[in-house]
């Protein structure tokens, strides 16, 4: 036997990842039916949240001229100072927060922004609230920062409201942090404000920070949904913002994030190790769709129209669904076709060519619902409607016979 000591680590019988990369991240649903529909060549894509928009010629011209004007080195970790400027100037214009550029961090997409914000917040075992259904991406973030999802309901049968009672239990129980998201992915709700201006209460009197996920601000059909750091004492809250949703520009990864001086410094720090800064030219882009934002109305104006006309060809054929109030998601209720969710959306693929997201993915609420983007173009979103209705109408057939 040899007397060499046992290497440090050697306890291990074979390499493995973390328990954390085991545990925390989940596939999302979305994304697998993504995959699946991209072997099918004239499949209709309803399944993944992207506008069908390009971003604006002006966003593109500024990005192109950047890269051409030699402005591509290194930004500044936190963000390029004129672009945090606009920011300060946009979210006090349409979002009516008060804030200044020291508490501004540009960050790689909305998706780091939040993860930003929960490595800043969470320590081994912290809980967060999170909704349900809710955004599945959430709990792999919050997993990989050591992190434990505790849901809370959103309530069908009383308009999709949160569930006090639960995130009142969660906030005597120690609970960290509350995600709130609205508009809200997968569902298209919009809470009123005197919902928002409760959970921002609930969150105050239990000591807890308030995560609001507010990538679709600009898309709520009839106003602008109220921001959570506009409330008054509101300084527990930390507000995420992107530019993909409103600007259509899903693929630049350009975000923002607004923490209260307690956090802000730290929420910009924790961006040196994972990304250093953000692409430049994006962010030249991003300030051109500052200056000149006529197309935000423009596209939430069209995302409003196709939602009232899909919505009314459904009910139509008599399938009862909700006008979504915000974003661009229809969230479907299936539980009389008599078939699970995920087996009804992989059939509607197989059969119709057309690719939607389980329920079951976004939580246990959604169980026997399936949502569907409505980031296509009308003639498009006639065509996949007329062949859900059709699939729905064999499901319902085969359950009976």
């Not at 209709?44 to 080195?73: C, K, Q, S």
């Not at 430049?280 to 200056?291: N, P, S, T």
């Not at 609420?365 to 065509?383: K, N, P, T």
Request: a negative charge; hydrophobic letters at 40%; glycine letters at 8%.
């Amino acid at each position: 036997m040899s007397d060499e000591p046992t290497p440090l680590g050697s306890r291990r019988e074979t390499l493995t990842p973390s328990r954390r990369m085991r545990d925390g991240v989940q596939r999302s649903g979305a994304r697998r039916m993504m995959d699946l529909a991209w072997s099918i060549p004239d499949a209709i894509h309803l399944e993944i949240g992207e506008p069908d928009f390009g971003a604006p010629p002006h966003v593109v011209d500024a990005a192109i001229e950047a890269m051409r004007g030699g402005r591509m080195g290194y930004p500044p970790t936190a963000g390029l100072p004129e672009l945090r400027e606009r920011l300060v100037s946009k979210l006090a214009g349409v979002n009516a927060i008060d804030t200044t550029v020291e508490l501004v961090t540009v960050t790689n997409g909305g998706c780091q922004g939040l993860y930003n914000v929960f490595s800043v917040l969470l320590d081994e075992g912290d809980v967060v609230a999170i909704p349900d259904p809710g955004w599945p991406n959430y709990r792999s973030m919050i997993g990989l920062n050591g992190g434990r999802c505790e849901p809370y309901r959103l309530v069908a049968n009383d308009d999709y409201r949160p569930d006090f009672e639960r995130l009142e239990q969660l906030g005597h129980s120690g609970c960290r942090a509350v995600v709130l998201n609205n508009p809200s992915n997968p569902l298209g709700t919009v809470m009123e404000p005197e919902v928002i201006a409760e959970v921002v209460d609930v969150a105050r009197r239990h000591n807890m920070w308030v995560v609001s996920d507010e990538c679709y601000d600009e898309l709520g059909h009839d106003a602008i949904p109220l921001s959570p750091a506009s409330l008054p004492d509101s300084e527990h809250v930390i507000s995420v913002f992107s530019f993909s949703k409103t600007h259509a520009m899903t693929g630049w990864r350009l975000g923002y994030v607004v923490a209260p001086d307690s956090l802000a410094e730290l929420v910009a720090r924790v961006q040196e190790p994972l990304v250093m800064g953000i692409n430049a030219a994006a962010q030249f882009g991003g300030i051109a769709a500052l200056e000149e934002s006529s197309h935000v109305e423009m596209m939430r104006d069209v995302y409003a129209r196709r939602c009232a006309r899909v919505v009314d060809q459904f009910r139509t054929a008599g399938i009862d669904v909700a006008t979504p109030a915000g974003a661009f998601y229809l969230w479907m209720d299936i539980r009389d076709a008599g078939v699970d969710d995920r087996a009804f959306i992989e059939s509607l693929l197989e059969e119709e060519h057309v690719a939607g997201a389980p329920g079951s993915s976004f939580g246990t609420a959604g169980i026997g619902c399936v949502r569907f983007s409505l980031a296509a173009a009308d003639d498009v979103l006639v065509d996949a409607a007329q062949r859900i209705v059709r699939h729905l109408d064999r499901v319902r057939l085969d359950a009976v016979t």
